[in-house]
């Protein structure tokens, strides 16, 4: 024992280990989590019941047709926000008397923006459809997008009211759930899974007026002029990079239906569904984080680095050990949520989820350079990851299927990590990586042991999850130690004391 804590103890200043906790204090940052986490659970438990009920009631075209243009819809959306909620954020982190102006700038401009990509969505609807089925049905998505602008859900993370973020998706995805139950009982009414995203998003948006009325500033929609220029020229590169992070992130699934149609990619399309829900976990971490970069100075490395190496660590932990589990049960997971023909789809699912964790380290080295005024360094990171998921997507969808597809896919998310870090420590003239070795090793070598073994899936998570807390056990005052100064971040970060 005394042997193995001396190499430890050797090894902890590679691995930028704190060797204390800091001191514990309100614990504003994990209470937001929590709660922002809390909220979309509840969401993704009500979003997976719809698409679950659907996966059994239409027939595998009709469901490859509905992934496919609720898919397009949710890229159409990315040109609605047009990365004008990073902004405001950042404007209000800085300014909180501005609220009520930066609303009712971002409202009208995204108001504007609606109308031009609802209009183009609906036109090309036909160009863009491999079949008549999902032409109708990008139309009806093309509607639903009118609606969008009115959850201005970053509004109540700028504010520090990031659980009304929680209710109003939760409102959303609520009434998906109910109207798709009540009104679709197989192919001949698909056509109202279109009709229940409107209504979803409808309800949702007035929940979220009602709750920017009462509790944060009027409603108001300041249209044209050239603020408005000037806030959009602002965002278009945050608008590009995030467009370029959910095409990436759609990729295997656009290629995968184009090259084997809407059929046979259908149970893929449910495995993509499960990963990108569990994508929205990496959304919930650095949504809650990203206020506290934003007023901070994001240059100051002694101020900043103990936070951004905890969070490192900690995420690397949680992350690759979910990765790890996800990918052993795979296939019973997808059985069980979607029906025993979609386990098959568990290959390109194992590989899919070693994105989650990667994209989560990823995104600390992205967010800061957002903080930091770096934005046009991750459109053209993200960018190039855009090419290297289609380059190879292509060829490999033709040779090896979705599974193909799924590896183009966490290449293009390593390329991603690599280069935000290097265009960090280039901004910023420090990002570390090396916190997130030891859990990124533990990972690698268990799925190795456990595929050498060829156990069951049960056994193999079993084994997979008993040597990850095995390993993890020498670093517990360590975790504890991140836990503990990320908990506290926001707290400080409100009273004026950005020190971690």
């Not at 009104?183 to 009414?189: F, G, I, K, Y």
């Not at 360094?377 to 290297?388: I, Q």
């Amino acid at each position: 024992m005394v042997v193995f804590r001396a190499t430890f103890h050797q090894t902890a200043e590679f691995l930028n280990l704190p060797t204390a906790p800091p001191p514990l204090r309100s614990p504003r940052l994990w209470r937001d989590l929590v709660a922002l986490a809390s909220g979309q659970l509840a969401s993704k438990v009500l979003g997976f019941a719809a698409f679950a009920y659907l996966a059994r009631v239409l027939a595998p075209h009709a469901y490859g047709a509905v992934e496919y243009a609720a898919g397009l819809a949710l890229i159409a959306g990315m040109f609605v926000d047009a990365g004008l909620s990073p902004i405001g954020v950042r404007r209000i982190g800085r300014d909180p008397r501005t609220a009520e102006l930066v609303s009712a700038e971002i409202l009208g401009a995204r108001f504007v923006l609606t109308l031009a990509v609802a209009l183009t969505l609906g036109l090309c609807a036909l160009a863009l459809a491999p079949d008549p089925l999902s032409a109708r049905l990008i139309a009806v998505y093309a509607v639903s997008l009118l609606a969008l602008p009115w959850s201005q859900m970053w509004l109540f993370q700028a504010v520090d009211r990031i659980v009304w973020t929680a209710v109003v998706q939760t409102v959303r995805m609520g009434t998906f759930l109910l109207v798709v139950v009540l009104l679709v009982r197989d192919a001949r009414q698909v056509l109202w899974v279109g009709g229940a995203e409107l209504a979803g998003l409808a309800l949702s948006g007035a929940c979220a007026l009602e709750l920017q009325r009462r509790h944060v500033a009027p409603v108001r929609l300041r249209l044209g002029g050239r603020r408005m220029v000037e806030l959009l020229g602002e965002s278009l590169p945050i608008g590009l990079a995030n467009l370029v992070g959910i095409l990436i992130a759609f990729a295997p699934l656009l290629v995968a239906v184009n090259l084997l149609g809407a059929g046979a990619a259908a149970h893929f399309a449910a495995a993509h569904r499960l990963f990108f829900a569990l994508m929205t976990f990496t959304w919930i971490y650095h949504f809650n984080l990203f206020p506290v970069l934003a007023r901070s100075d994001a240059g100051a490395e002694a101020r900043l680095r103990p936070l951004v190496e905890s969070s490192l660590r900690l995420v690397a932990w949680v992350g690759m050990a979910a990765a790890l589990l996800l990918t052993l049960v795979a296939a019973p997971l997808l059985a069980a949520m979607f029906g025993p023909p979609f386990a098959r789809a568990a290959g390109a699912f194992g590989v899919l989820v070693w994105a989650l964790p990667v994209k989560l380290l990823a995104d600390h080295a992205g967010w800061l350079l957002i903080a930091n005024g770096g934005e046009r360094s991750v459109f053209a990171v993200r960018l190039a990851g855009l090419g290297v998921a289609f380059a190879a997507g292509v060829p490999l969808v033709r040779a090896w299927g979705p599974a193909g597809g799924a590896a183009a896919m966490l290449a293009a998310a390593a390329v991603i990590w690599i280069g935000l870090h290097r265009m960090a420590r280039r901004l910023l003239g420090w990002m570390p990586w090396t916190p997130a070795l030891a859990a990124i090793a533990v990972a690698l070598a268990l799925l190795a042991a456990t595929r050498a073994l060829a156990l069951p899936p049960l056994g193999a998570a079993m084994l997979a999850a008993a040597g990850f807390a095995a390993a993890a056990l020498p670093l517990r005052r360590v975790l504890v130690a991140d836990y503990r100064r990320l908990a506290t971040a926001k707290a400080r970060a409100r009273e004026g004391d950005s020190t971690p």
